[in-house]
Each structure stands twice: as C-alpha cells, then as structure tokens.
C-alpha cells in the first residue's frame, strides 16, 4: 500500500503541482527532475518512480515549470536549457519536503534526466549534505560545468550504450566528480531507453542505488 497525494509546492507567487507517493515504512524520498521538455507525466520517469515506490522508497513527481512556461518553452525551447532556474526550484522543492511533516523523517535523493540531471547536481551542492544520493538517466550533468567537484552525494549516471555523444558528455563530467561515482552504460539502449528491457534495467540499478546509500 502506498499513500498518493497530488501536491502544491510554492516558489514565491508559483505554485508547482506534483505527485507525491509514499509506500508503507518508506525510508526514503527520491524527488524527479526531468528536463528537455518534459513533465511529471513523463511514462519513462513515472515508471521508474513504480519500480521505487515497490521497493518501499517514496516518490516526488514535479513540475519544474508552470502550465505557462511550458507553452513558452514549448515554442522557444530556452527554459529547459535554464540549468540555474531548473535547480533552483529544486531546491524550493527540497526545502519544501524537509519541512512537509509527511516527508521531513525522510533521507533524500535526487532523480534527474536530461537536463533535469544538471539541475540536480547543482541543487544537491547547495542543499547542505541533505541529499545522499543522486541517479542520472541520460543526462546532462556537464551542463553542471564547475559545480561537479563540489558535489559530495554518491552519484550514478546511467547512459545508452547508443548513445554515443552523450556517453563522451558523461565521460567527461564523471572525470570532474570528486564523489562516490560510478558510470553505467546500457548496452543496445538509445538516448530514451524505448528499447526492450532496457528502461527495467535503469529502473533496477537505480533502485538499489538509492536503497545502498539510503540504508547509510
């Protein structure tokens, strides 16, 4: 069983909508950045935040932007690309779940794909060692740039093994990570994991991430 609660999470005069899920005896709250267009609604992220929720690990689906921005984005494409408005609402999104009193008794991580993974990184460097773990799923985290060696959360960073110059952009913000890292490459997968088994592969690795570093 699984507590489902459609949240509102405000920044300043936004208020954000989310979905937050919390299975019985949860011990800790991974939050989804996603980027490049996309949204809570995201099938790839709403399935692995599944996977979580079974192994007992709560979930936070959020919009980084409003209704608004993403009709703007949609047409501009520059919002996505805002790594610093991106992750400075995650970190509104943190502060919120540290006091929420559902959610405050609960160790935390960070989930980012695409530039969502970027925001993330330079989110979990100003949230003071709260976040003790971080998962990339086709990522960006070299959009990050000189915030990679301040991060201290043992980070994941999950790439296609298709996916070949992004797996070279990881390469190269992994050599920059100064954390517990480790780099994984999911051999036949393109850029969004719509191959077979190949999505199931991310979604486990990333749930026993999370419950290695959560149980520390």
């Known amino acids: 069983m699984a507590d489902e609660t ?15 899920t919390i299975p019985q005896g949860a011990q800790g709250l991974v939050l ?12 790839r992220n709403r399935y692995v935040a599944e996977v979580l929720n079974q192994a ?9 932007l409003t209704a608004e921005e993403e009709v703007v984005d949609e047409r501009t494409r520059e919002l996505r690309f805002n790594i610093e408005l991106l992750a400075e609402r995650l970190e509104k999104a943190t502060d919120w779940a540290i006091k929420n009193p ?21 989110a979990e460097t100003r949230t ?6 971080i998962v990339s799923r086709g990522g960006r985290p070299d959009l990050a740039h000189s915030h990679l060696p301040k991060v201290k959360a043992p980070t ?22 100064r954390c517990p890292k480790e780099l994984v490459i999911i051999k036949g997968a393109t850029h969004l994991f719509e191959e077979s088994g190949t999505l199931e592969k991310v979604a486990g690795i990333a749930r026993d991430w999370f419950l290695k570093y959560f149980s520390q």
């Open 56 to 64: 007992g690990i709560a979930t936070l689906l959020f919009d980084l």
């Open 156 to 177: 994941l960073l999950l790439v296609g093994g298709l996916d070949e110059v992004v797996i070279e952009l990881n390469e190269k913000a992994l050599s920059q990570l």
């Open 128 to 133: 003071s060692n709260l976040i003790k773990a």
């Open 102 to 122: 559902t959610t405050k008794h609960l160790s935390l991580g960070y989930f980012g794909a695409s530039t969502g993974a970027a925001a993330a990184l330079i």
């Open 6 to 20: 459609l949240v509102k999470i405000q920044i300043g005069k936004l208020n954000l909508e989310g979905e937050l």
């Open 32 to 43: 989804f950045a996603h980027g490049s267009g996309s949204s809570r609604k995201s099938p």
